[in-house]
């Protein structure tokens, strides 16, 4: 019994490792940089062509908000429904929606949501 329970205590530990190191690892994996820099988390924005050209197909183009104080605004829970363009800023839908997994935009984020 004591062997089970060190495993539990040991797993949830890792977890919670894994946990705090992806958020930013996410971000950077889904090109959210294209976009986005996080200046708080020393993630800087990496400027392609493909997101600076106007777009024709009637969007406003407004240019994407460094998210370093994202949480003191929106919740994790907010930013998952964005993500998947079921949520709107102003009546816009977000730009990308998210390719990952679920679970990846909720460690995502939790992540935005403790940038206050
Ligand atoms: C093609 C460019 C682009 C990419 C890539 C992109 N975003 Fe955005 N994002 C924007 C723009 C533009 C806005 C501002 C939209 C507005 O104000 O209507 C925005 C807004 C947001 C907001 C809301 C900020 C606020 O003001 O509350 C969050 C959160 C966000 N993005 C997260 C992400 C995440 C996470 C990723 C990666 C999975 C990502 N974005 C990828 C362009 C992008």
Known sequence: ?????????????????????????????YSCTGCHSVKAAKIVKVTSKENTEEKDDGTPKIDPPDLSTVGKERTAEWMGKYLMKKEKIKDIAHKK????????????????????
Request: positive net charge; contains cysteine; aromatic residues 18%.
């Open 1 to 29: 019994m004591k062997k089970y329970f060190a495993i539990i205590v040991a797993t949830s530990f890792f977890s919670c490792f894994v946990f705090a190191e992806n958020g930013p690892e996410l971000f950077t994996k």
């Open 97 to 116: 929606k998210f390719q990952g997994t679920p679970e990846e935009r909720n460690i995502l984020t939790e992540w935005l949501a403790t940038l206050k």
